[in-house]
């Protein structure tokens, strides 16, 4: 399947009533700029963003996690910022389940190799097609989803790591329904997320992780851990076995080894 050479802006109004009914999003908050630098920041710096909607066509100054930038191009990603106030300080593993919900509204697609990588990256085929990031202010969170739709040439130059979009996976999704879709399942987990935690969503994660099982490299802050990963526990902590015991990480950067580090003990 191809895509058309022209995009369609979003159907706003048609997406608000897609949300009639749908939990917290159901207000019609809904928040659409043609260029904005960031829809994570614009959605931070408002006072009540709990159940608001943040869609651009493009950010000029897009982020990922560590600081990195996070390229785009004008109807090139899905850009999207929802907002959630969670009602407790522990955050730990909301950008696992936000990957659950992304690769739940994918499949209901006919995407069937989507794949989450720890902490925040969604892949499709071994390839990274968007990446989660999770931000704080007080009690209010904001997830911020960015998946490559069809990637421009010039956006395309600036990744430094194997990738693909919907349009090279010959997925041919309408981006309306896709927002929907996206909007909906967040609902979903945040709403399971915010009631219970991280524990009850552990087993499905693990099932969707590429790299458990596999040997792996992870440098969290100026230590780095050799071994095997095991997915992760029930705060979404990552699990990696290696040494004769298992190494707890909370944060930290992951790559795959292909080498291998040898049978953990």
């Known amino acids: 399947m191809e895509f058309s050479q022209k995009i369609a802006k979003y159907d706003i109004d048609g997406i608000r009533h897609a949300l009639a009914g749908i939990g917290r999003f159901s207000g019609g908050q809904i928040h659409y700029f043609d260029e904005i630098a960031s829809t994570n920041t614009w959605l931070l710096e408002q006072t009540a963003p709990d159940g608001c909607i943040c869609l651009a ?100 130059a600036k990744i430094d790591q194997p990738w693909t979009d919907l349009a090279s996976a ?9 927002v929907v879709e996206l909007v909906k399942n967040h609902d979903r987990v945040l709403t399971g997320f915010t009631e219970g935690g991280f524990a009850g969503f552990a087993d499905q994660w693990n099932l969707a992780d590429i790299w458990r099982n596999q040997p792996v490299q992870v440098v969290s802050g100026s230590r780095v851990v050799h071994g095997v990963a095991s997915g ?26 292909a080498g291998g580090w040898g049978n953990p003990e």
Request: proline share 1%; glycine share 16%.
């Open 57 to 156: 066509e493009n950010q000029s100054a897009g982020r990922g996690r560590r600081g990195k930038s996070w390229e785009s191009s004008r109807f090139g990603s899905i850009l999207l910022s929802l907002g959630w106030r969670l009602g407790r300080s522990d955050i730990r593993g909301m950008s696992l389940v936000s990957g659950l919900a992304v690769m739940e509204s994918l499949r209901g697609f006919g995407v069937r190799q989507v794949e989450l990588k720890w902490p925040n990256d969604i892949l499709i085929g071994g390839k990274k097609a968007g990446g989660i990031l999770v931000e704080v202010s007080a009690l209010n969170c904001v997830i911020g989803i960015g998946l490559n739709y069809r990637v421009s040439d010039a956006a395309a």
């Open 232 to 257: 992760v526990d029930e705060t979404g902590a990552l699990l990696i076995a290696g040494d004769g015991v298992v190494h707890t990480i909370i944060s930290g950067e992951v790559s795959l080894h």
């Open 170 to 178: 010959g997925i041919q999704v309408d981006r309306d329904q896709l």
